[in-house]
T-cell receptor, first 112, second 113 residues
Framework: DAGITQSPRHKVTETGTPVTLRCHQT?????MYWYRQDPGHGLRLIHY???????DKGEVSDGYSVSRSKTEDFLLTLESATSSQTSVYFC???????????FGAGTRLSVL | DQQVKQNSPSLSVQEGRISILNCDYT??????FLWYKKYPAEGPTFLIS?????DKNEDGRFTVFLNKSAKHLSLHIVPSQPGDSAVYFC????????????FGQGTILTVHP
């Protein structure tokens, strides 16, 4: 397995609270991605990073922000969680663009 | 606008037979395609990929076929085994996308003993 750790694995929170999900890698890969998985939609890209402090938006970025201050860590923040952000969140890494992405085990987030 | 579509939500096959999973795409800039398998409560795991310069790639029991003119790819699993039961996602990337993947909705494969 690629060295990817997502934390927490499960979280229940209330509407309006801030939430931060962490992705940690030990592979020293340049590219990191955050996806969410919802029924009927497959996986959709939220944000991605192509280097330390280099990030950009994906397909469903509204309501989310990210930060990458170190190669190994990519944080996803929900500034004010809403029920529509209840989902399973996956982090992925890749050593270069247009290459295989390896996924973490996911974080199941419930916003009540 | 769903750029990658898997039109069959589910597929059921007998052990030992062939499983064929299909995927269609609309974006002509896509030039790299991947298949992932996902078990419940786990992250997707990479199965096989194909570049648009090829029309077939094979890895053991898994073969991916790409028909660029039809914007269609398929995954063949021969022979199918009960352990292959999972959700299968196709994904595509291309252009100046930094490897961003666009996923299909997934197909649930069930292989019966």
């Amino acid at each position: 397995d690629a060295g990817i750790t997502q934390s927490p694995r499960h979280k229940v929170t209330e509407t309006g609270t801030p939430v931060t999900l962490r992705c940690h890698q030990t592979e020293n890969h340049r590219y990191m991605y955050w996806y969410r998985q919802d029924p009927g939609h497959g996986l959709r890209l939220i944000h991605y990073s192509y280097g330390v402090k280099d990030t950009d938006k994906g397909e469903v970025s509204d309501g989310y922000s990210v930060s990458r201050s170190k190669t190994e860590d990519f944080l996803l923040t929900l500034e004010s969680a809403t029920s529509s952000q209840t989902s399973v969140y996956f982090c992925a890494i890749s050593d270069r663009a247009k290459n295989i992405q390896y996924f973490g085990a996911g974080t199941r987030l419930s916003v009540l | 606008d769903q750029q990658v579509k898997q039109n069959s939500p589910s597929l059921s096959v007998q052990e030992g037979r062939i499983s064929i999973l299909n995927c269609d795409y609309t974006n002509s800039m896509f030039d790299y395609f991947l298949w992932y398998k996902k078990y419940p409560a786990e992250g997707p795991t990479f199965l096989i990929s194909i570049s648009s310069i090829k029309d077939k790639n094979e890895d053991g029991r898994f073969t991916v076929f790409l028909n660029k003119s039809a914007k269609h790819l398929s995954l063949h699993i021969v022979p199918s085994q009960p352990g292959d039961s999972a959700v299968y996602f196709c994904a595509a990337s291309g252009g100046t996308s930094y490897g961003k993947l666009t996923f299909g909705q997934g197909t649930i494969l069930t292989v019966h003993p």
